[in-house]
Structure formats: structure tokens, C-alpha cells
């Protein structure tokens, strides 16, 4: 067996799993123009509200926002950015956390893994773009940065966290300041700083404040530099975010030490969400029974192949085979190395089940594609992918998503 099909019967992408075909997309009715994928990493759905954001609030009026967009589970970057550009969920794309191991490969991923067979299991947009003759251009995002079916955007960032959202801005725009020719159409562009200030000092902090107001006006010199470059009004930006955040505290903090006997596993996840892969020979139904006896009402212990349907999370060999799923604002750890982590313990997380109202994401359209002055209800992560390829009048990959958020956003 090679190499390729042992990722796809890990990654759970076999022929044999039914996905949305996706084959009669609506197209957008209007403009030509380039289309511009924001992500702000970490952007809880209601600091729209909360904070000083006036680039993103006459974004929102000026085109279609949801009230929240749902992530996929666990509700982590690596994952979740992975489904916005891909329209497959984490167990069917591969990328089922921001570390995991996987058992087939006998590795492990980390968030730097750019090998090729780490990411085979999704075709993220831009390259269903090139693929159809559209030039594409990533200024950072997880997965950006590998080769996929002998493939790479046209242009690309390698990862740099420390250039601030402004420098990252003024390197988009000068791919769009290129010779038409050689212009790219899809663009992707990622911030980081709202998620690192709202895990260093948690979501409601003066500093996420900050942080927040830091990236729209980074959106307004976005903005500014479309109108000097002649493109504002035939540019179609989509501005998303992969997760909310939640408050934590190291007195929410569940061990695994006191749920089981730990020399009988390896702990694969933790934090927000949890799991363990038992060792060769360990019962694995005997000690869940045995874990779920010991464990408080906060944490939720499954079977991977029982956990819940809408979390979509059991089809992959690289999902743990015990999976733990906290309350909001609660974790699980180890007590190896604890007094280190605790010291550092992040005041603000991510990684609950979706459905907790603080794991909402944002999600606005706007530009001449899209309908003005538009809030829809709720919509899953999955469909945004769709709405990508709807507007560049691209035939999308096979994925889990389908055509309602495009048919609710487009223009007629």
C-alpha cells in the first residue's frame, strides 16, 4: 500500500464517503473583479458589537453578515481554517487539530508539518482556482504554503507572525497593484493578533480591544488602497474568522491522572478539548467505562466511534480514540508539567463544541457580488468554501458543504 492511500484511509476521505456534489452553485451576478478571503483569527462573533470597529460594521451594512458562523469541532485554527477553505469538515479533510498523531503514518503533526501528505485529504480554493485557470495569491494561511496535486498558488507568504496587520495589508496590495496579466483574482489574507491577545489576556481585555481595533484599521488601509487603486467598487471582499473565545481559568481545570491510569495511554489532545489513544492491549471500552465513572459532570467522555453527530467528529483514524469534550470554560490537562503550565495558563481559549455560543465566528460579505444591507441567520463554516467558488465562477471540489449560503448571499 503507499504512501497516498494510507493518508486517505486516515484522513477518511475514501471515494466511498458521500459528500455534497455542489454542482448546481449559483453564480454571481455581479462584478468581475478580484475577491479578497479575510480571516481574523480569533474574532468572536459579537465583538462586531462590542468593540471599536467601524471598517467591519460599514462592511456589515454594506453587504450580507450571518449573526454567527458556526465552526467545525474542535473549534481550533488549523482545523477550522482548513474547512473554510477546503468546504470539508476536520474529519474528513485530515486536519483534525492543531496537533495529532497519526496512527497509519505512525507521526506527528505540528502546526509547521508543510509535507504534502499531511494535507492531501482537502483541496482548499486556491488551488480548485488555479486548477480552473485562476491565479491565486496567500498572504499566510494554514496550508498555504504546500505543494497540493503539484500545485502552489501563484504567489505566497511564508508565515511570519511578526509582521503587524498593516505590513501584511500593504504586501497584498501590491499584488494587486500588478500588470493585469499577472494580477492574481483570489487573494487570502490572515491575522493572528485578535487570537494571541484574547488567549494572553482573554477576550473581554483591554489588549483584545485593542488588538481588535488594531486589525480594522488595518481593513480601512485595505480600503483605502482598493480606492487608489481603482478597485474599490469592483472587489468583492469576504471577511471571516475561524473561532470565538472563551475566559478560562486554571481553577477549571479537570486532570487526566485523576480519570485513568495514564501509563495505559497516550494523551493526543488537551486544553478545551481532550484525547487519549490507549495502548496496544488496553481494553478500550473497559476504560471508558472506567473513565466516565470518575469523571465530573463537566467533562464528557466518548468513544470516538459514539461521539455525538453534530460534532462530525469520528470518521478519521487520527482522532483519538477516546475523545473528551469539557463545558465552556473548562479544560483538561495533565499533571506532568502542570505547575509550568499553570503559571502561563492562557486566559482566554478555544476549542468547545460548536454550538457554545462563545465558539461563534464572524462572517460578512461585501462588494458588488454580493446583497446589501443582509443579516442572515446562523450558518456552519462548511458552506463558505461554496460561496468562494460562486463568486470566481469556479466548479468546486467535492465537500461537505452545500449551496445556502451562496443562494442567501449573492446578488439576484
Known amino acids: 500500500m503507499n504512501l497516498r492511500s494510507l493518508v486517505l484511509i486516515a484522513t477518511g476521505t475514501m471515494a466511498a464517503l458521500c459528500f455534497s456534489a455542489c454542482t448546481t452553485l449559483p453564480k454571481a451576478s455581479a462584478g468581475n473583479g478580484p475577491l479578497i478571503l479575510i480571516s481574523i483569527d480569533g474574532f468572536r462573533w459579537d465583538y462586531l458589537q462590542k468593540y471599536d470597529v467601524p471598517t467591519l460594521r460599514q462592511l456589515a451594512a454594506a453587504g450580507t453578515h450571518t449573526r454567527r458562523l458556526i465552526p467545525s469541532f474542535p473549534s481550533r485554527t488549523f482545523p477550522n481554517h482548513y474547512t473554510l477553505v477546503t468546504g470539508l469538515r476536520p474529519e474528513h479533510h485530515g486536519i483534525v487539530n492543531n496537533y495529532f498523531h497519526d496512527p497509519a503514518l505512525k507521526a506527528d503533526f ?6 504534502t501528505y499531511w494535507w492531501s485529504g482537502g483541496e482548499p480554493v486556491w488551488i480548485t482556482a488555479e486548477k480552473q485557470g485562476v ?26 507572525k511578526k509582521l503587524r496587520p498593516a505590513q501584511r495589508v500593504d504586501g497584498l ?81 479537570v486532570f487526566f491522572d485523576d480519570l485513568m491510569d495514564m501509563s ?39 468513544l470516538r466511534e459514539e461521539v455525538p453527530e453534530q460534532l462530525h467528529y469520528r470518521a478519521s483514524n487520527r482522532i483519538p480514540p477516546i475523545v473528551f469534550v469539557p463545558d465552556d470554560h473548562w479544560c483538561i490537562e495533565q499533571k506532568t508539567g502542570w505547575p509550568l503550565l499553570q503559571a502561563r495558563f492562557d486566559r482566554g481559549n478555544h476549542g468547545w463544541d460548536p454550538a457554545t ?26 458552506h463558505v468554501y461554496n460561496l468562494v467558488c460562486s463568486v470566481l465562477g469556479l466548479t468546486p471540489a467535492p465537500n461537505d458543504g452545500d449551496n445556502r449560503l451562496a443562494r442567501a448571499a449573492l446578488a439576484r
Open 135 to 160: 491565479r491565486s495569491a496567500c498572504y499566510f494561511w494554514p496550508g498555504s504554503e504546500v505543494e497540493l496535486q503539484g500545485r502552489h498558488p501563484s504567489f505566497s507568504k511564508p508565515y511570519d
Open 110 to 115: 505540528a502546526k509547521s508539518n508543510n509535507e
Open 357 to 382: 455560543p462563545n465558539m461563534g465566528a464572524l462572517f460578512i460579505a461585501s462588494g458588488p457580488a454580493f446583497r446589501r444591507g443582509v443579516k442572515l441567520p446562523d450558518v456552519d463554516n462548511i
Open 173 to 253: 496590495l501590491e499584488w494587486l497593484a500588478l500588470p493585469e496579466a499577472e494580477r492574481p483574482h483570489l487573494f487570502v489574507l490572515y491575522f493572528d493578533t485578535v487570537d494571541v491577545a484574547s488567549h494572553t489576556y482573554g477576550p473581554e481585555s483591554p489588549e483584545t480591544a485593542a488588538a481588535v481595533h488594531e486589525v480594522d484599521s488595518a481593513l480601512a488601509r485595505l480600503l483605502d488602497g482598493l480606492v487608489k487603486l481603482g478597485r474599490r467598487d469592483t472587489t468583492n471582499l469576504v471577511v471571516v474568522s475561524d473561532h470565538g473565545m472563551s475566559e478560562t481559568s486554571p481553577d477549571r481545570v
Open 264 to 302: 495505559l495511554v497516550t494523551v493526543e489532545a488537551n486544553g478545551p478539548h481532550g484525547g487519549v489513544r490507549p495502548k496496544p492491549g488496553v481494553d478500550t471500552a473497559a476504560l471508558v467505562a472506567s473513565i466516565r465513572a470518575k469523571a465530573p459532570p463537566q467533562v464528557h467522555v466518548y
